[in-house]
């Protein structure tokens, strides 16, 4: 009796599991979110980009059913499956990931996952674009916006949140603020987000043992995490807050590997010097020889 | 004494006869020159006439990545400088020195790297610029998946080698091969402890495609492949010009590769696109590099295959074996 | 003592009975024809060979991406090898004051040409492509061995090549008298390569000096020529290769090599050419001496190279050394270890195996072994690179070399076979000039003067 409870359960939670990898459950609330903005021609052309960089090698080309044979498949973003997802389920997914699929939250910027979204929505032909009206873009329902400014004493960063809201300027309080740092192929989190005081300011750290450029210069987005509530904020400021660094090439020094110009000095020395007194030697020697014929001429001569 | 004096007579009549031939000669040379010039000017003209005709429109992707159109009739030929590919290639990118780290608790062998690099190499699926190895350390420790491409060494035993200067070492760290100037004599290969290069001991897979469409050769790709030369993982040069990651790193689907400079001390995640401090990914996770008793100072770093996403490789798939590939 | 009275018996002989022993063999005749058409048609399979390759590329080789050098290397080390005797002998030797080696020394330089003049062309075999042989002068960089080498190879043959013909130079002038069953066209040439010798003792004084600058450069040249071939494998980090004595075990296995080709010759000639007055026995008893001393240095320099790393038993070195000693490669290289060095040595050691004969045997059993020598140390050590070899076609794991790559192999040895043919059969082989003892005086002032 034991046993077959056991196998029971163990059955139930097969079938859940498999069930669970198959179907890929998205939040209620979360179904309906739609883009802030229009898809257009541009949008797609940049969904298409990242679309290359980020999904196409698991998912490959879409229409062309390419993807990687993993388990859960992929699948094809073109087929039926697929653009079956409302805007907000593919929007959900993209962020959220499960596994094999990343999570792209800390990739990707929401905006970036929409024209994603844009891009995949061009190859359904029956697709009703729905998009928030610019009131309704944010429950916030006014304009935020975040300054970076560097407090060079303290070796802080500040971040100050305010909102333009009805024609009055206010501090936002209570906003969780991610700052990052540009790295070449993404950004790196520069510190733990955070939420504003009461005067819509928080404080980083500096990232001072950052490799910036030769003064020190980084760039740093600051975002407000809660899109939902603020839409989608961020500011882009070049400060130098990193650690000043010159990159030194690493070809300068004389070494065995290098070209001939960064030769060991040693090695061009001694070679050229051995290669130039043998070859010397044996011209000194090749003009001996002439000497030879020139004594045999006179005696020859002398003999005549 | 005599003989010298009766050669100058025919001499002299030599020089006469030869000036009247050179006269004949400019002469010709001006009529022809002549015929060219007249000829070049009809031709202009015709093929004004002819490019007037059809002033359609053709739709081109512009360097900034724009569709723009334009007239049919003002096309014109563009062919890439070879010598500014080489010269480029042999710098490489300024204030950047690339490295990779692979993390191999997460390799199951998938081999998606092997097979991106290869068919952006053109290769053959035995040819490899980057080979999954399974290794075992000691007879009581567990196998594991280990990707290995070229380590990019800062002391590269196969460039100091090379007679011609046909492999080197670009400023960015990368070691590259330029197969228009490799005579074929393997010494890099005979230096390499990682068993890292290829030899193409008989023409490249696509060489019947390179003969019908000419390609020019980009030393950052290492296309067209060549017979009798060496060629050997790129960290795919040409793909970091366009700020985007190499095709392995891209291409596999466990998040196995890292990849980033090393003078911005990030590395980003291929599959999961993750950025992460460099100094704090190694020591964390004790990052290593192969034989590092060897002094070549690889640009490759490994993460040991602790805490591993997918079971340890059979015992008995260690050591040197061979697999059928056609 | 034999060799002092022999010394005094060649004085008395007049020039006339010299030149004409030794010119004797000189000439084209239906033997020379036969020879050289056997070689010429050999050498055309193995051009055909190596056209084959050109066009297919090294794929019809055993040659692959793990043992991507094997036996062009191998044969390349032992041209470089057998080349070196003739330093040894006129070099070391000679200037050591030793004038058995008198008759001998033309025969040593003649192999130290043709094996030093083929050496680059093997390499050329092995290169993939040959065509861009030139990129090494033009983009040649000196921090690479092959530079060096193809320097130091270059300047030995030059040195070997005038070692051989100013030596000649009395001789060509004695000869082109008295040549009487040469072709016409032999004398002209004679007459033409004798640099107007006339046996004034001026010129004679020249000679002396110059051979004498020359016999001093050769010996760092020609260490410099197999030191820097031995480097092309020491300064790479593979177990087997990675060794600091690469240099000396080199050379001391060049001089076995070469005293062992030299004996082969000797007693080619003796016979052949009828020269046993000039080429004695007890040249065989000293170059077996030779022979024996340089392959008890050579086996001294082997047990280092294979008792040191073997007492440590490095991963690699273990595995490269259990493949020599038990196993794949074990056949071999004992085989090579004991019959080709260890009981020459012990046979040696007895006088009766330093007669002609049999010392002839002896070296044709060590110059072969060297062969195979040179093999052990190119091949075995590739095919253990330190990382598995994983996921390639099973022929890529162990090398086998192809009967096409066999025959390139040959190719080489005998062009060098042509190149001794031709110099061996249109030149004196032993100076009459020495053997007369003509321009003693000179050397005399010339011992005097320093």
């Known amino acids: ?304 | 004494m005599s003989d010298e004096s009766s050669n100058k007579v025919p001499n002299n009549q030599n020089t006469n006869s030869r000036k009247s031939r050179r006269d004949f000669l400019k002469s010709i040379g001006y009529t022809g020159a002549a015929i060219a010039a007249g000829g070049a000017a009809i031709y202009t003209g015709y093929r004004y006439e002819h490019a007037k005709g059809k002033s359609g429109m053709v739709t081109v992707l512009t360097n900034d990545n724009r569709l723009v159109q334009v007239p049919i009739d003002q096309i014109h030929e563009f062919k890439p400088d070879p010598h500014a590919l080489q010269k480029r290639g042999r710098q490489g990118l300024e204030g950047r020195r690339w490295v990779m780290v692979i993390d191999l608790a997460k390799c199951r062998n998938a081999r998606k790297c092997v097979e991106a690099c290869q068919s952006a190499h053109h290769l053959r699926p035995h040819e490899y610029h980057i080979n999954t190895l399974i290794m075992q350390d000691a007879p009581n420790t567990a196998p594991y998946y280990m990707p290995k491409p070229c380590q990019h060494c800062d002391n590269p035993p196969c460039v100091s080698v090379c007679p011609v200067d046909a492999t080197f070492k670009r400023q960015d760290g990368i070691v590259l091969i330029d197969n228009e100037r490799c005579i074929g004599c393997r010494f890099c290969m005979a230096a390499c402890p990682y068993s890292a290069r290829m030899f193409h001991w008989q023409e490249p897979v696509l060489a019947q495609e390179y003969e019908t469409s000419f390609t020019e050769y980009d030393v950052e790709l290492n296309t067209p492949q060549r017979k009798g030369t060496i060629s050997k993982c790129l960290f795919s040069a040409d793909r970091l010009r366009e700020n985007e990651m190499p095709y392995c790193v891209t291409a596999c689907p466990n998040s196995v590769f890292y990849f980033g400079d090393e003078n911005e001390d990030a590395v980003t995640n291929g599959t999961t696109k993750e950025t992460v401090r460099l100094s704090q990914l190694l020591k964390q996770n004790a990052g290593y590099r192969l034989m590092p008793e060897l002094g070549t100072q690889p640009r490759v770093y490994y993460l040991p295959p602790k805490n591993r996403l997918f079971d340890a490789p059979d015992k008995e798939l260690t050591g040197n074996h061979s697999t059928q590939t056609t | 003592m034999a060799q002092k009275n022999n010394h005094t018996t060649l004085q008395e002989t007049n020039l006339d009975n010299i030149a004409g022993d030794i010119l004797r063999p000189v000439g084209l005749n239906i033997k020379f024809h036969a020879w050289m058409g056997f070689l010429t048609l050999t050498l055309l399979a193995c051009l055909y060979a190596y056209w084959i390759q050109f066009n297919e590329g090294l794929i019809v080789t055993g040659l692959r991406d793990y043992v991507s050098w094997g036996m062009y290397l191998a044969s390349f080390v032992f041209f470089v090898a057998a080349s070196l005797i003739g330093m040894l002998i006129s070099g070391v030797l000679g200037l050591l004051g030793q004038d058995w080696i008198k008759p001998i020394a033309r025969i040593a330089e003649i192999i130290a040409v043709a094996f030093a003049a083929v050496a680059g062309l093997v390499i050329v075999s092995d290169m993939g492509r040959p065509e861009r042989l030139p990129y090494v002068f033009m983009y040649g960089r000196i921090q690479s061995p092959i530079l060096w080498d193809v320097t130091v190879v270059t300047t030995y043959l030059v040195i070997s090549l005038l070692l051989w013909f100013i030596p000649l130079l009395p001789d060509l002038a004695i000869a082109k008298t008295r040549m009487h069953h040469a072709p016409k066209w032999l004398s002209t040439v004679y007459n033409f390569l004798s640099l107007k010798w006339t046996h004034h003792p001026d010129q004679y004084k020249i000679l002396f000096r110059t051979t004498r600058i020359l016999l001093i450069l050769v010996i760092p040249t020609a260490f410099a020529i197999h030191t820097v071939t031995s480097w092309l494998f020491a300064v790479n980090p593979r177990a087997g290769w990675d060794s600091t004595i690469f240099g000396p075990y080199f050379l001391t296995g060049a001089f076995v090599a070469g005293a062992a080709g030299l004996i082969l010759a000797m007693y080619f000639f003796s016979k052949n050419y009828k020269l046993s007055s000039y080429i004695t026995a007890d040249h065989f008893n000293k170059m077996g001496k030779l022979l024996l001393l340089t392959a008890i240095v050579y086996l001294y320099f082997n047990i280092n190279e294979f008792l040191v790393p073997g007492y440590k038993l490095k991963t690699a070195d273990a595995i490269h050394l259990k493949e020599l000693f038990t196993g794949h490669y074990a056949w071999l290289f004992w085989t090579v270890q004991l019959g080709g060095l260890v009981i020459p040595i012990l046979l040696l050691l007895f006088k009766p195996m330093r007669k002609p004969l049999p010392l002839t045997i002896i070296a044709l059993v060590v110059f072969i072994g060297s062969w195979f020598k040179r093999y052990l140390i190119v091949i075995p050590t590739m095919e253990h690179p330190y990382l598995p070899k994983q996921f390639v076609p099973a022929e890529w794991i162990v090398y086998e070399p192809t009967l096409i790559e066999t025959a390139i192999t040959i190719g080489p040895l005998i062009m060098v076979l042509m190149i001794i043919t031709i110099l061996s059969k249109l030149f004196p082989v032993v100076p009459i000039w020495e053997m007369a003892g003509m321009g003693e005086d000179e050397t005399n002032d010339h011992k005097k003067a320093e």
């Open chain 1, 1 to 304: 009796m034991r046993k077959l409870i056991i196998f029971l359960l163990l059955t139930t939670g097969f079938c859940i599991h498999v069930s669970a990898q198959s179907e890929w459950i998205v939040p209620q609330e979360r179904k309906g979110r739609l883009s802030s903005f229009e898809f257009s021609d541009e949008s797609r052309a940049k969904g298409l980009d990242h679309y290359n960089k980020n999904c196409a090698s698991c998912h490959g080309q879409p229409g062309a059913a390419n993807y990687q044979n993993l388990v859960p498949p992929p699948g094809d973003p073109a087929s039926a499956d697929f653009l079956m997802n409302l805007d907000g389920e593919m929007f959900y997914k993209v962020m959220e990931g499960r596994d094999p699929m990343p999570s792209f939250k800390s990739v990707l910027t929401q905006d970036e996952i929409w024209e994603i979204i844009s891009y995949i929505r061009s190859y359904d032909p029956n697709y009703v674009h729905a998009f928030l009206p610019t009131a309704e873009k944010s429950a916030y329902g006014g304009i935020v916006s975040i300054t970076l400014t560097h407090l060079k004493e303290a070796g802080k960063i500040e971040a100050k949140v305010t909102g333009v809201k009805n024609g009055i300027i206010e501090n936002i309080a209570g906003a969780e603020v991610v700052l990052r740092v540009k790295r070449t192929f993404g950004s790196l989190l520069a510190g733990e987000p955070m939420e504003t005081n009461q005067n819509g300011i928080v404080v980083f750290n500096e990232p001072s043992d950052l490799p910036g450029n030769k003064d020190g210069l980084l760039e740093l987005t600051a975002q407000l995490t809660n899109q939902d509530a603020y839409g989608i904020t961020r500011a882009d400021t070049a400060l130098a807050v990193g650690k000043p660094f010159e990159a030194v090439s690493l070809t300068v020094e004389r070494a065995m590997w290098n070209t001939v110009r960064k030769a060991p000095i040693w090695l061009l020395i001694t070679f050229s010097l051995a290669v130039f007194l043998a070859w010397a030697t044996i011209f000194y020697i090749l003009h001996q020889l002439k000497k030879i014929t020139d004594i045999g001429k006179n005696v020859v001569e002398e003999w005549d």
